[in-house]
């Protein structure tokens, strides 16, 4: 397994304003996600966070909106930029740390990031 | 595009009673997984299934993965008050490691 920790748990922001979410992970791992669950809903994968590369990003999320960091295999950021109440989501980090060419995935989460915008 | 339909997606029972969750697509996936979800937590990987068939236990907790590896159910005895949370199933694809996330389960279970 692998404990993830992200930062911060909560915070209530500013329309117009950017808010980065940061994402550590105890171990070296090889893939790291960012998904968004909206209020009552299920989780929907944002991006595929590449280490020394830009991000992968899944249809109906764009670079400009949800900046993503991967400086090394430990920690990553999220930016979710010109915010709107629409953005309002928890935001989540996971890891799959027995990826490594098995076909098998079991991923991990952080404790997600719960965003109210207003 | 992958899709995964799960079922129901609210359930209030009384504890004691037993209940099935579906997790059902048109798609293969290469594995499947079951998470459990608490108010203000991350989802928590209950099991994952990787073979056709394959039924596993976790205590009152019964998961199959269908012969076909497109379904999957979650099956609990004897609910308990502490089982309630949000269930969600998820779908894995070759090594890409994204997941593709049923619509999920909210259980209650009353006392």
């Known amino acids: 397994s692998a404990v993830i920790s992200q930062k911060p748990s909560r915070d209530i922001c500013q329309r117009g304003t950017s808010l980065t979410i940061q994402c550590q992970v105890d171990?070296?791992?090889?893939?790291m996600f960012w998904y968004r669950q909206q209020p009552g809903q299920s989780l929907t994968l944002i991006a595929t966070a590449n280490q020394g590369s830009e991000a992968t990003y899944e249809s109906g999320f764009v670079i400009d909106k949800f900046p993503i960091s991967r400086p090394n295999l430990t920690f990553s950021t999220l930016t979710v930029s010109n915010m709107s109440p629409e953005d309002s989501s928890i935001y989540l980090c996971s890891v799959d740390p027995l990826l490594l060419g098995k076909g098998n995935t079991e991923a991990f989460f952080g404790q997600g990031t719960r965003l109210t915008v207003v | 595009t992958q899709l995964l339909e799960q079922s129901p997606q609210f359930l209030s029972i009384q504890e004691g009673e037993n209940l099935t969750v579906y997790c059902n697509s048109s798609s293969v996936f290469s594995s499947l997984q079951w998470y459990r979800q608490e108010p203000g937590e991350g989802p928590v990987l209950l099991v994952t299934v990787v073979t056709g068939g394959e039924v596993k236990k976790l205590k009152r907790l019964t998961f199959q993965f269908g012969d076909a590896r497109k379904d999957s159910s979650l099956h609990i005895t004897a609910a308990q008050p502490g089982d309630t949370g949000l269930y969600l199933c998820?779908?894995?694809?070759?090594?890409?490691?994204?997941?593709?996330f049923g619509q999920g389960t909210t259980l209650q279970v009353k006392p």
């Open positions: 998820a779908g894995g694809s070759g090594n890409t490691g994204k997941l593709i």
């Open positions: 171990s070296q791992v090889t893939m």
